[in-house]
């Protein structure tokens, strides 16, 4: 059964940093491509970033571009997000997501991880 | 970026009922066109792929259709658990989303 279990969400004040972790088991974690897709309360989601399953091709919305940073670690099947100078503006649910065939399809999803960027 | 127009915003209707909601793209994506249901406080789950191609473990009712610019996701006998909210999605290019159709019971 495919999962994916993100982490590391919590509150932070704006201008602050924060790395999001995403565990995936029950495929072949370098086979496919993943991204980070974030949903604001009462919004249509946004993906902030996607990795090829090469991991060759990294690709960011100019949002978010420069202040968020998408890697990962074969031997664990983890994704994670480096989040830095945080805005109000990326208040949001994050999910990591598992790519269709390579693209932009997202077949799995996990539960979510809320950020919250406050003072 | 590409731009998505869903319509409706929202709709009201009964168990049973044939619901129809539609996406239109800014410019053409060919069939690179996506749907997801969002049910509250879940994921969103991927229901059609390829403008028509049912996702494994998607109910038949789901009809996905279009090309180009317009295109349409069509639940033949609305059932108690497909209300929720719809979304499309671009994989074209940079991927993008449209507003989101939410389905209410009448």
């Known amino acids: 059964e495919v999962q994916l279990v993100e982490s590391g969400g919590g509150l932070v004040q704006p201008g602050g940093s924060l790395r999001l972790s995403c565990v995936a088991s029950g495929f072949t974690f370098s086979a496919y491509s993943m991204s980070w897709v974030r949903q604001a309360p009462g919004k249509e989601p946004e993906c902030v970033s996607f990795?090829?399953?090469?991991?060759?091709?990294?690709d960011y919305p100019d949002s978010v571009k420069g202040r968020f940073t998408i890697s990962r670690d074969i031997a664990k099947n983890s994704l994670y997000l480096q989040m830095n100078s945080l805005r109000a503006e990326d208040t949001a649910v994050y999910y990591c997501v598992r790519g269709h065939s390579g693209s932009s399809t997202w077949d799995y999803w996990g539960q979510g991880t809320l950020v919250t960027v406050s003072s | 970026d590409i731009q998505l127009t869903q319509s409706p915003s929202s709709l009201s209707a009964s168990v049973g009922d044939r619901v129809i909601i539609t996406c239109r793209t800014s410019q053409s994506v060919t069939i690179h066109l996506n749907w997801y249901q969002q049910r509250p406080g879940k994921a969103p789950n991927l229901l059609i792929f390829?403008?028509?191609t049912l996702q494994n473990g998607v109910p038949s009712r789901f009809i996905g259709g279009g090309s180009g610019t317009d295109f349409t996701l069509t639940i033949s006998s609305l059932q108690p658990e497909d209300f929720a909210t719809y979304y499309c999605q671009q994989s074209y290019s940079t991927p993008t989303f449209g507003g989101g159709t939410k389905v209410e019971i009448k």
């Open positions: 390829g403008a028509s």
């Open positions: 990795m090829s399953s090469s991991g060759n091709s990294i």
